[in-house]
């Protein structure tokens, strides 16, 4: 797999009818080691290895409706009352971090409403904060610790 801008880790890694499968360690079973699954991977150990963010309380491609539309995010953060706190959009390499991929993460925070969002491709990322009250996004140089999250979010 191609080398990420993003923390490296020891992935667990096994093949399976001849499908290369990696660990995911919050859904805690083996998945299909695709691009997207690759960053994906790299984001939920970089949230928890760098961010403080215990693993039980991230939750990885759960579905979920929009009206009659049904979603699927890729990972959101929750704190130990379950309210999201942060929502990740993750791309596979080769898709470029456009307007449409913020726009898909808008439209999934209209379910979530988080504090915090991260949409990456692995290779570049953007990390925010949403101000509900001002109604604007804040560009951050890097996501605080989880606890700073909290602290800083609306509880």
């Keep these: 797999m191609q080398r990420l801008n993003l923390p490296e880790f020891e992935a667990n890694i096994i093949k399976e009818k001849g499908q290369e499968k990696i660990m995911d360690i919050v859904r805690k079973k083996y998945v299909a080691l695709t691009p997207e699954e690759w960053v994906r991977q790299h984001v939920i150990h970089y949230f928890g290895n760098y961010l403080n963010v215990p693993y039980t309380l991230m939750a990885v491609e759960k579905a979920f409706t929009i009206g009659n539309v049904s979603k699927r995010f890729d990972i959101a953060v929750y704190t130990s009352k379950k309210k999201p ?38 290779l570049t990322h953007f990390g925010g904060k949403i ?25």
């Design 131 to 155: 101000d509900y009250q001002n109604q604007r996004f804040k560009f951050l140089n890097a996501l605080p610790d989880y606890n700073e999250m909290i602290d800083n979010g609306r509880g």
């Design 85 to 122: 706190v942060l929502l990740s959009e993750c791309k596979s390499p080769d898709v470029p971090i456009s307007q449409k991929v913020f726009d898909q993460a808008a439209v999934y925070n209209m379910k979530l409403h988080v504090d915090y969002l991260f949409v990456t491709n692995g």
